[in-house]
């Protein structure tokens, strides 16, 4: 997926007044504010309430559902291929979100500070924090592109990494 594509997604998003967070790849290269490498796919967390507004944006916009592993996460993918990771997020009063994990005794926490903004071409975007994604990057043998992602952001924010 190429960046004016993120963009142009998160503009149809936008639109429909749905609240979205870039992670993954994508959000660590908003983080460093350049694209470092080339991103199969786009990783969104939303609000788990906007969902059923996320999802008409984005059909009209000609998604359709691929992967259903609901509460965790589902796929959306267009016919050109372009893919659209999503992890719904239930947020609390003080503005932390939890997401469902495989283990239900253990979901996935973002505090209030996961929240940022970053840069793709030239565009302000809303993404995950550093912290956010060192924390993510955790607890598994790590691929060539996560290597490469925390590099990055040991570049640029001078941040432990776990690898």
């Known amino acids: 997926m190429k960046a004016e594509e993120v963009l142009s997604v998160l503009a149809v998003l936008r639109r429909a007044e749905v609240e979205v967070w870039i992670g993954g790849g994508w959000g660590v290269d908003a983080l460093v504010g ?6 199969h796919d786009l990783d969104l967390m939303h609000r788990q309430e906007q969902e059923p507004a996320l999802l008409s944006a984005l059909a009209e916009a000609g ?6 592993w609901r509460p965790v996460r589902f ?3 267009a ?3 372009r893919e659209v990771d999503l992890h719904p997020l239930v947020f609390t009063d003080d503005g932390s979100a939890v997401q469902a994990s495989p283990d239900p005794d253990a979901p996935f926490r973002y505090p209030a500070a996961a929240f940022v903004t970053g840069t793709i ?6 993404c995950l ?3 956010q994604q ?3 990057h955790q607890g598994y043998e790590p691929r060539d592109r996560d290597l ?4 990055q952001l040991r570049r640029v924010f001078g941040i432990a990494t776990h690898f």
């Open 63 to 68: 998604f359709a559902e691929t992967l259903d």
């Open 75 to 77: 796929v959306v993918t």
């Open 79 to 81: 016919p050109d291929g």
């Open 121 to 126: 071409a030239g565009g302000t975007v809303p």
């Open 148 to 151: 490469h992602d925390m590099a």
């Open 129 to 131: 924090s550093a912290d």
């Open 34 to 39: 350049e694209q470092t490498r080339e991103h």
């Open 134 to 136: 060192v924390s993510f």
